[in-house]
């Protein structure tokens, strides 16, 4: 449990009970304003974000009429050429040629038209057999240019109309001179969606195709076409298409003027952008090719999409491919793109006469700029109002506290007096007693301590006492008091607890039996007295050898042992060789010497007690005896 002081304790209670109040009540204030604020806030940016929702929608769907109604028109013209030309095929009018075309083989095998003579460019395949019927046809079928012609100046968007042949030849208005080096000499329709696309197995009910964006092999770059079958007998004879210039068509869309700085791009069916404004080519890090440059004799065997030329792989990231293909699919997909960490605000509509889809984006940060800025002038001054409480509380603070003190010094000072004394208590013989103060309740605590103090220190004395003559006793009891080494008793008090450790913790123990040679012949020689001073040489010595927790018993009258504790056998008889070697050198230039035997045993598990040891050191003492005294076994 953690301790305070009382000054603090008086402190705490006290200012708490000054302040708890006042900042309960401001602290609440301040997060009424913090919550009104952000509630404001959100029904901002909700009502913002609902507007820009519905105002960018409306624009965008605007714009997507106003294209569905030019595909429908286009729609239309392409049902006048297919209706013309399947009447061509199968009825088989004439018509007066003001110049007639003049046709001729080019050096690369294909027959082609030479003259301009104000109507279609005609090539055909060097594959394809130049008959007398396929004569006649390509002569007839300048019919066509009357209404390529006429459809051409009727829309800006149409940049040529032509009709293709299942006998790989093409009728291309307005002229394409030198035709047969536009197209690949072996020209195939069938290589071409503006050509598959129209057949029975892409368009069963025969209606009007639009082709997705492709690079032109005419060389009039990216473009998309509206496709009609021409069928005899119901026999495939080719397809009629009009072309339209992909800038002209989609340029109201990239341009289209959203709030708040908002860009628009447009998607196919499989989630690739085929048209985008060069923002947008920064934001999601793709370059659109815009205009195709063609090489001299670049000749396009088969279709290329724009949509071919990047993966969705190169997307920033993966959300944004999976958001444009949810959106394709008719999936749920997030109105909210992460893009190099900006947010994006996401806006879609179809293009219904298309595979085509109009998507806005809209930086949520430009959206929100206002009202952050709002936000955050309301936060700063919470902020500000917050500093200005806690300046406030910090000056009401230092005046309680001044006051706290003034109150706390009346009761506390004197506690500190007796605190003070307690840590003397037992230190100093002489006795001080407290003063008396102006407080009732602190008086009779001093009259009480000052009690206690007399009664406590007649008790210590009569402790001390007590406790002096009971050490003294058992030091007596378990001491040798000629040597000072531990006596016969403390030896089987210390051996029964410490054998019980040694076979429960695994650890070593040696033990030393150590015999003065020839002391009786000392004693008799010398006298007693000398002999006793030998027997308190002797522990001095062994004492100056071992270590502090080594211990020496005397075991007889000049027979002691010594206990090495986590000692084995080989470091015991280091110690006994060291003390048989300090022994002799003491002896040198004394009137009279002495000398030790030293037998040396260690403990193992199989050993019951002590005299085990002590049994197996007397065996290895008698060895050294036999060798000749003054050594070690």
Same mark, same amino acid.
């Given at each position: 449990m953690k301790k305070i002081t009382l000054e603090s304790l008086i402190y705490k209670n006290y200012l708490k009970t000054s302040l708890t109040s006042i900042l309960f009540i401001e602290l609440v204030l301040v997060i009424i304003y913090f919550i009104v604020n952000s509630d404001i806030t959100q029904k901002s940016t909700d009502? =913002?974000?609902?507007?820009?929702?519905?105002? !960018?929608?409306? /624009?965008?769907? *605007?714009?997507?009429?106003?294209?569905?109604?030019?595909?429908?028109e286009i729609e239309i013209l392409a049902k006048i050429l297919q209706k013309e030309h399947q009447d061509f095929f199968e009825n088989h009018g004439e018509f007066n040629l003001n110049k007639k075309p003049i046709f001729d083989f080019a050096q690369n095998g294909m027959y082609y038209k030479v003259n301009n003579n104000g109507g279609s460019s005609v090539v055909v395949s060097k594959e394809t057999s130049i008959t007398n019927d396929l004569k006649e046809e390509l002569i007839r079928s300048e019919i066509f240019d009357l209404t390529f012609k006429t459809l051409l100046n009727h829309d800006g968007n149409i940049i040529a109309v032509y009709y293709n042949s299942n006998k790989n030849y093409n009728r291309y208005y307005p002229f394409l001179k030198d035709s047969y080096n536009v197209f690949p000499s072996d020209i195939k329709m069938k290589n071409y969606n503006f050509y598959y696309l129209a057949n029975e197995n892409f368009n069963p009910k025969k209606e009007v195709v639009l082709t997705d964006v492709y690079l032109d092999p005419a060389k009039q770059g990216w473009l998309l076409s509206a496709i009609v079958p021409i069928y005899k &007998?119901? $026999? /495939? *004879?080719?397809?009629?298409g009009i072309d339209?210039?992909? &800038?002209n068509f989609i340029s109201s869309f990239l341009n289209i003027s959203l709030p708040y700085e908002g860009k628009t791009f447009i998607i196919n069916n499989n989630g690739k952008i085929i048209a985008m404004p060069q923002e947008i080519e920064e934001i999601l890090g793709i370059k659109e090719l815009e205009d195709y440059k063609y090489a001299e004799d670049e000749k396009i065997n088969s279709t290329i999409h724009k949509s071919d030329s990047y993966s969705m792989i190169d997307y920033p990231n993966k959300e944004i491919s999976d958001t444009f293909i949810n959106i394709v699919q008719? $999936?749920?997909? !997030?109105? $909210?793109?992460?893009?190099? @960490? $900006?947010?994006?605000?996401? +806006? !879609?509509s179809k293009i219904k006469k298309t595979s085509w889809y109009v998507i806005s984006l809209i930086e949520e940060d430009?959206?929100?700029?206002?009202?952050?800025?709002?936000? @955050?002038?309301? @936060?700063? /001054?919470?902020v500000f109002i917050i500093f200005s409480i806690l300046l406030f509380y910090a000056i009401f603070f230092l005046f309680l506290q001044y006051k706290a003190k003034l109150f706390v010094s009346q009761i506390n000072n004197p506690l500190l007096k007796i605190i003070s004394? =307690?840590?003397d208590i037992g230190k100093n013989k002489n006795i001080q007693y407290l003063e008396a103060s102006s407080i009732f309740e602190i008086d009779e605590l001093n009259n009480n301590f000052n009690n206690l103090i007399n009664e /406590?220190?007649?008790?210590? &004395?009569?402790?001390v006492e007590e406790e002096t003559k009971r050490v003294y006793h058992e030091k007596l009891a378990s001491t040798d008091p000629l040597t000072g080494a531990f006596n016969r008793r403390y030896l089987d008090d210390f051996s029964e607890e410490h054998i019980k450790i040694l076979k429960t913790e695994k650890t070593d123990l040696s033990l030393l039996i150590i015999d003065l040679d020839n002391f009786k012949k000392i004693n008799d020689t010398y006298g007693h007295k000398s002999g006793d001073i030998v027997l308190k040489k002797l522990v001095n010595i062994a004492q100056e050898n071992i270590r502090e927790n080594d211990l020496i018993i005397r075991f007889g009258g000049d027979e002691f042992l010594i206990l090495l504790p986590n000692t084995n056998i080989e470091n015991a008889k280091a110690v006994a060789?060291?003390?048989?070697?300090?022994? @002799? !050198?003491? &002896?040198?230039?004394?009137? +009279?010497? +002495?000398?030790?035997?030293?037998?040396v045993s260690q403990f193992n598990e199989n050993d019951k007690s002590i005299e085990d040891l002590i049994k197996r050191a007397d065996n290895s003492l008698y060895k050294a005896k036999e060798k000749g005294k003054n050594c070690i076994f």
């Amino acid at each position: 449990m953690k301790k305070i002081t009382l000054e603090s304790l008086i402190y705490k209670n006290y200012l708490k009970t000054s302040l708890t109040s006042i900042l309960f009540i401001e602290l609440v204030l301040v997060i009424i304003y913090f919550i009104v604020n952000s509630d404001i806030t959100q029904k901002s940016t909700d009502l =913002t974000l609902k507007n820009i929702k519905y105002n !960018t929608y409306e /624009l965008v769907k *605007e714009k997507s009429k106003q294209v569905d109604n030019k595909i429908s028109e286009i729609e239309i013209l392409a049902k006048i050429l297919q209706k013309e030309h399947q009447d061509f095929f199968e009825n088989h009018g004439e018509f007066n040629l003001n110049k007639k075309p003049i046709f001729d083989f080019a050096q690369n095998g294909m027959y082609y038209k030479v003259n301009n003579n104000g109507g279609s460019s005609v090539v055909v395949s060097k594959e394809t057999s130049i008959t007398n019927d396929l004569k006649e046809e390509l002569i007839r079928s300048e019919i066509f240019d009357l209404t390529f012609k006429t459809l051409l100046n009727h829309d800006g968007n149409i940049i040529a109309v032509y009709y293709n042949s299942n006998k790989n030849y093409n009728r291309y208005y307005p002229f394409l001179k030198d035709s047969y080096n536009v197209f690949p000499s072996d020209i195939k329709m069938k290589n071409y969606n503006f050509y598959y696309l129209a057949n029975e197995n892409f368009n069963p009910k025969k209606e009007v195709v639009l082709t997705d964006v492709y690079l032109d092999p005419a060389k009039q770059g990216w473009l998309l076409s509206a496709i009609v079958p021409i069928y005899k &007998n119901n $026999k /495939l *004879e080719g397809v009629s298409g009009i072309d339209i210039s992909l &800038n002209n068509f989609i340029s109201s869309f990239l341009n289209i003027s959203l709030p708040y700085e908002g860009k628009t791009f447009i998607i196919n069916n499989n989630g690739k952008i085929i048209a985008m404004p060069q923002e947008i080519e920064e934001i999601l890090g793709i370059k659109e090719l815009e205009d195709y440059k063609y090489a001299e004799d670049e000749k396009i065997n088969s279709t290329i999409h724009k949509s071919d030329s990047y993966s969705m792989i190169d997307y920033p990231n993966k959300e944004i491919s999976d958001t444009f293909i949810n959106i394709v699919q008719d $999936k749920p997909y !997030t109105h $909210k793109l992460e893009i190099n @960490n $900006k947010k994006y605000l996401l +806006f !879609t509509s179809k293009i219904k006469k298309t595979s085509w889809y109009v998507i806005s984006l809209i930086e949520e940060d430009k959206i929100l700029k206002d009202i952050k800025e709002l936000k @955050n002038y309301y @936060n700063k /001054l919470g902020v500000f109002i917050i500093f200005s409480i806690l300046l406030f509380y910090a000056i009401f603070f230092l005046f309680l506290q001044y006051k706290a003190k003034l109150f706390v010094s009346q009761i506390n000072n004197p506690l500190l007096k007796i605190i003070s004394m =307690t840590k003397d208590i037992g230190k100093n013989k002489n006795i001080q007693y407290l003063e008396a103060s102006s407080i009732f309740e602190i008086d009779e605590l001093n009259n009480n301590f000052n009690n206690l103090i007399n009664e /406590l220190d007649i008790r210590t &004395n009569e402790l001390v006492e007590e406790e002096t003559k009971r050490v003294y006793h058992e030091k007596l009891a378990s001491t040798d008091p000629l040597t000072g080494a531990f006596n016969r008793r403390y030896l089987d008090d210390f051996s029964e607890e410490h054998i019980k450790i040694l076979k429960t913790e695994k650890t070593d123990l040696s033990l030393l039996i150590i015999d003065l040679d020839n002391f009786k012949k000392i004693n008799d020689t010398y006298g007693h007295k000398s002999g006793d001073i030998v027997l308190k040489k002797l522990v001095n010595i062994a004492q100056e050898n071992i270590r502090e927790n080594d211990l020496i018993i005397r075991f007889g009258g000049d027979e002691f042992l010594i206990l090495l504790p986590n000692t084995n056998i080989e470091n015991a008889k280091a110690v006994a060789l060291k003390l048989v070697n300090s022994i @002799n !050198t003491y &002896n040198e230039g004394k009137d +009279f010497s +002495f000398t030790v035997s030293i037998g040396v045993s260690q403990f193992n598990e199989n050993d019951k007690s002590i005299e085990d040891l002590i049994k197996r050191a007397d065996n290895s003492l008698y060895k050294a005896k036999e060798k000749g005294k003054n050594c070690i076994f």
